[in-house]
């Protein structure tokens, strides 16, 4: 299975007009928050929280509900998680830990229970690692870099070995990667760019040759961006908002049109 990287210094691409889904206004100088949207619909919530231990509430509150959780983001001194009705047996956890090295010490027990990371998150000094089991995965592995470099030649490294980059994060001083097998995925690549009105323009050249965005973060200045493809590609659009209240507005009216969040992405 192919892995492609590219996109990721001072490529120039040229800004198309039509897109499936897309609907953005952004301000490139501004805070601003990026909602990634699929056209499938779903039953979710958005919640957020200042502090860590009242996130924690609602987590739990979701889960007794019947949702799961299926993104975090914390920026802007605020906790904001995606939550999706649960459709199956998904058995999730997490694990809150100051330092790697306390996920790392876990990750054994973990997969010998059947358990895959799925999301991580970095802040207010804490990661929050998110696990489920009876998910497709059947191998997982995780890097991290102190360079975007090494990070860079870490991620196509995996690829070489058909592990695919299934979420990232910056947080003590290092890029972060989780893997797993047996995605879905049949080919990636990933974009780097210091603006977001470069991204945009990397993002449609993506759509228009069949990829879909798995993943966006921003992170030391820089926004990056994973693309995937797979046997079942959905339309996507992403929208930009100042605040959290303004991200809910787009979440409620995207909803209504029929489609899902699926990932959430903090910069400027």
């Known amino acids: 299975m192919g892995r492609i990287?590219?996109?990721?210094?001072?490529l120039t691409l040229v800004m198309t007009t039509v897109l499936t889904a897309r609907e953005y206004?952004?301000?490139?100088?501004?805070?601003?928050?990026?909602?990634?949207?699929?056209?499938?619909?779903?039953?979710?919530?958005?919640?957020?929280?200042?502090?860590?231990e009242d996130f924690q509430k609602i987590i739990r509150k979701q889960w007794d509900?019947?949702?799961?959780i299926t993104d975090i983001k914390y920026g802007n001194g605020k906790w904001i998680g995606v939550f999706t009705k649960r459709l199956r047996d998904s058995q999730q956890t997490y694990v809150v830990s100051p330092r790697w090295s306390g996920v790392h010490n876990l990750l054994n027990d973990y997969w010998a229970k059947g358990y895959?990371?799925?999301?991580?998150?970095?802040?207010l000094a804490d990661w929050i690692v998110v696990f489920e089991k009876n998910t497709s995965y059947t191998n997982?592995?995780?890097e991290r870099r102190?360079?975007?470099?090494?990070?860079?030649?870490?991620?196509?490294a995996r690829w070489k070995e058909n592990y695919d980059l299934i979420d990232l994060e910056y947080g003590q001083g290092r890029w972060t990667g989780i893997f797993a097998e047996n995605t879905g995925y049949t080919v990636q690549s990933m974009g780097v760019r210091s603006r977001w009105s470069e991204m945009s323009a990397v993002i449609q050249d993506h759509w228009k040759r069949g990829y879909r965005i798995t993943d966006i973060e921003h992170t030391l200045g820089k926004w990056m961006c994973v693309f995937?493809?797979?046997?079942?590609?959905?339309?996507?659009?992403?929208?930009t908002s100042p605040t959290v209240e303004k991200l809910q507005e787009i979440f409620e009216a995207r909803q209504k049109k029929g489609y899902t969040l699926i990932d959430l992405a903090e910069g400027w």
Not at 27 to 48: G, T, V
Not at 65 to 68: A, L, P, R, S, V
Not at 146 to 153: A, N, P
């Open 5 to 10: 990287l590219l996109g990721i210094l001072g």
């Open 146 to 156: 102190k360079t975007l470099d090494s990070f860079i030649d870490a991620v196509e």
């Open 25 to 52: 206004n952004y301000p490139s100088s501004h805070y601003k928050y990026i909602s990634l949207f699929e056209k499938e619909s779903k039953s979710q919530h958005m919640q957020s929280a200042m502090g860590l």
């Open 140 to 142: 997982q592995a995780y």
């Open 65 to 68: 509900e019947g949702y799961d």
């Open 116 to 123: 895959y990371m799925t999301h991580i998150e970095h802040g």
């Open 228 to 239: 995937s493809k797979s046997d079942e590609q959905k339309a996507q659009g992403f929208e």
